[in-house]
């Protein structure tokens, strides 16, 4: 059985500086980097700094052996949410934007009730088929969705003064100074979770279902948790989104977006937390800089295609697998004993 | 008020019949390999476009043109065994997620090929047949040939099963594949048949269907979700459960498509499957097995 906790955290002080030392870093290059990139490159970051988000959710799902098919739809309930509050009723956005992903959530909790009657492929299907039914909801009904095209003219985020200074958010540098400081505490609440008793619970409930069962663990109610937390932050991704493009269509979170973050996740490896980053990431990256440069853009979903089946393939532990070894190449130590989980393996 | 109904009728037999042919070769499929193929529908849009290239750009007869997207629908599906389900065998999400990494390839490369232009094609017969001696009541010769091609080969499906050996080798592999294998059963042939078979008839109802709808690149994703529906309500795994849910499905989305819109259609379907999951999630006619 392997074991799916990962060994980062614990260890030593010395462990603990040096992790310091690399986030400190790393938010310095963060802050540096909008800077050194062109215009649309910076409106890319922004979407890639919300699709953080979105993946490290999912990922909190798939911790206690679930894929839903639905997670972007549940992203879209929180983009919907936030930008009726906002548009018809009035909320002040940043409001908004915590109603809209409380919204998700609820949406999520009634979902829990039939979904968590099923299991593995039926749990998939039925997940895609309630994020269908409530995508061809917002397509039907003109009022209050909008219908086929969307809400549009959402107010967007609301500069702020202080003292002389105003910062606008309509500047996509600044919104993504915004975005980075939310998706970050969301990454901290998340990761603070996955550590604690509860997160914990989480990989027993997926590797040993029944066996945590014996021992007294309500494994319906954890699966409800894990679902109804991961939809919260997506529906705060799905918020972020909404208010920046100021519009929202259902064709924005159709099967195909699922299965773009299906791709992110999968390709980056589910069993550490860093593995769904370091898979939106790279692809991101890949896709701005190599597709785009060699302009084959109708492509791109055929790479994407074959990224995937290759990684099933050849590297079904993902991209987080060679972390170690690249680590143990670096280090000059043999690389410790393979860990994680294979995508889609219950 | 009554040629509508009747009409109603013999448009939702057309639906249930090229829709039974996708959604058997799925359950066909699932049944022998436990594997859900997320690439169906675009099987079906390649059975399309096989008409598309060799009826509308070659000029070929179109019945060859139907036969020839036939084999290469069925190789391809072997190919897709050989290649992709088999490496996943053990892993039971492995095969979907594969499939739906080659859905996106199959897409792109047809759109890249062909262009995401929607086309129309006209059909090679253009006759009208009354049915019910009513006025109103008419059936274009192009839709009959989906219903006859739907009962013949799934017909020639269940007497192939019920009646050959290697019919039952599948059966076999269906109810337990290690037991098979200790009989003797190649459980790698019997999966290769599967796919190929279940590619096939994917094929057939996209090329004969092809004159009758628009085909585009996307074309496959409103076919397999109400495959999946008809999957799913029939008993997955269960091909008579398969052919029954498509009459049901598509008796049902074409009444409540003529009697509201669509999308009310779609959302009604959708929530079929979730009672289906809900109550009985083995289907109406599916067994414990593989469940």
């Given at each position: 059985m392997p074991d799916a906790v990962g060994s980062r955290g614990g260890g030593g002080g010395g462990k603990l500086a040096y992790t310091l030392i690399g986030l400190v870093l790393l938010y310095a290059l963060l802050i540096v980097l909008p800077h050194l990139v062109s215009f649309s490159q910076k409106e890319i970051l922004v979407f890639l700094t919300i699709n953080v988000?979105?993946?490290?959710?999912?990922?909190?799902?798939?911790?206690?052996?679930?894929?839903?098919l639905g997670h972007v739809v549940i992203?879209?309930?929180?983009?919907?949410?936030?930008?009726?509050?906002?548009?018809?009723?009035g909320v002040?956005?940043?409001?908004?934007?915590?109603?809209?992903?409380?919204?998700?959530?609820?949406?999520?909790?009634?979902?829990?009730?039939?979904?968590?009657?099923?299991?593995?492929?039926?749990?998939?299907?039925?997940?895609?088929?309630a994020g269908e039914i409530i995508r061809l909801l917002w397509k039907r009904f003109r009022e209050p969705f909008g219908g086929p095209k969307g809400l549009k003219l959402l107010p967007s985020f609301p500069d702020i003064e202080i003292g002389v200074v105003t910062i606008s958010f309509f500047d996509?540098?600044?919104?993504?100074?915004?975005?980075?400081?939310?998706?970050?505490?969301?990454?901290?609440?998340?990761?603070?979770?996955?550590?604690?008793?509860?997160g914990l619970t989480f990989h027993a409930v997926h590797w040993e279902d029944r066996l945590a069962e014996a021992v007294g663990v309500n494994t319906w109610r954890l699966r409800t948790l894990a679902f109804v937390t991961a939809s919260f932050f997506a529906g705060l991704a799905g918020a972020l989104l909404g208010h920046y493009l100021t519009t929202v269509n259902p064709n924005q979170f159709d099967v195909e977006q699922m299965v773009f973050v299906l791709i992110w996740v999968i390709v980056g490896g589910t069993a550490t937390f860093y593995g769904p980053i370091l898979g939106v990431v790279v692809l991101t990256v890949i896709n701005e800089i190599v597709l785009r440069g060699l302009g084959v853009d109708q492509a791109r979903p055929l790479i994407y295609g074959a990224i995937l089946v290759a990684t099933m393939l050849f590297l079904p532990q993902g991209l987080e697998s060679l972390v170690p070894k690249a680590k143990a190449l670096f280090t000059g130590r043999r690389p410790a004993a393979p860990q994680g989980q294979r995508a889609g393996a219950e | 008020?009554?040629?509508?109904?009747?009409?109603?009728?013999?448009?939702?037999?057309?639906?249930?019949?090229?829709?039974?042919?996708?959604?058997?070769?799925?359950?066909?499929?699932?049944?022998?390999?436990?594997?859900?193929?997320?690439?169906?529908g675009e099987l079906y849009m390649l059975g399309a476009y096989a008409v598309v290239y060799l009826y509308v750009e070659q000029e070929m007869n179109y019945f060859a043109a139907v036969a020839i997207g036939l084999i290469f629908l069925g190789v391809l599906g072997a190919a897709m065994e050989r290649g992709l389900f088999r490496p996943m065998r053990d892993n039971p999400l492995g095969g979907l997620i594969v499939s739906i990494g080659l859905l996106l390839m199959l897409q792109a490369a047809v759109a890249m090929g062909f262009g995401v232009r929607m086309e129309h094609i006209t059909a090679p017969y253009q006759t009208v047949i009354q049915v019910f001696g009513m006025e109103g009541v008419v059936i274009p010769l192009q839709r009959l040939f989906v219903i006859l091609a739907a009962i013949i080969l799934l017909g020639g499906l269940w007497v192939f099963l019920r009646r050959t050996r290697l019919g039952w080798a599948m059966r076999a592999c269906a109810q337990d594949n290690e037991a098979a294998a200790l009989q003797g059963?190649?459980?790698?042939?019997?999966?290769?048949?599967?796919?190929?078979?279940?590619?096939?008839?994917?094929?057939?109802?996209?090329?004969?269907?092809?004159?009758?709808?628009?085909?585009?690149?996307y074309m496959g994703h409103?076919?397999?979700?109400?495959?999946?529906?008809?999957?799913?309500?029939?008993?997955?795994?269960?091909?008579?459960?398969?052919?029954?849910?498509?009459?049901?499905?598509?008796?049902?989305?074409?009444?409540?498509?003529?009697?509201?819109?669509?999308?009310?259609?779609?959302?009604v379907g959708l929530v079929m499957m979730m009672l289906v999951l809900i109550v009985r999630p083995t289907g109406l006619f599916g067994t414990k097995d593989r469940a």
């Open positions: 988000l979105v993946v490290v959710s999912y990922r909190l799902l798939t911790l206690t052996g679930e894929w839903s992203m879209g309930v929180g983009a919907y949410g936030s930008g009726l509050y906002a548009k018809a009723l002040p956005v940043p409001l908004a934007m915590l109603l809209g992903a409380c919204t998700a959530a609820a949406v999520a909790f009634v979902l829990s009730f039939p979904l968590f009657r099923m299991k593995g492929f039926y749990f998939l299907i039925g997940s895609f088929a996509p540098v600044n919104y993504y100074y915004f975005c980075l400081i939310v998706v970050s505490v969301s990454l901290f609440i998340l990761y603070r979770l996955e550590r604690s008793r509860i | 008020m009554l040629d509508l109904f009747l009409q109603t009728v013999v448009n939702a037999t057309y639906a249930a019949s090229y829709l039974a042919l996708v959604a058997v070769g799925l359950a066909l499929i699932f049944g022998v390999m436990g594997v859900i193929n997320f690439a169906h059963i190649s459980i790698n042939q019997t999966a290769r048949l599967a796919m190929c078979i279940g590619a096939a008839l994917a094929g057939v109802a996209g090329a004969l269907t092809a004159p009758l709808v628009r085909t585009y690149p409103s076919v397999i979700v109400a495959a999946f529906i008809v999957i799913i309500v029939g008993g997955i795994g269960s091909l008579e459960g398969a052919v029954i849910a498509a009459v049901l499905y598509a008796f049902v989305h074409t009444f409540v498509t003529t009697q509201f819109d669509g999308v009310i259609a779609d959302i």
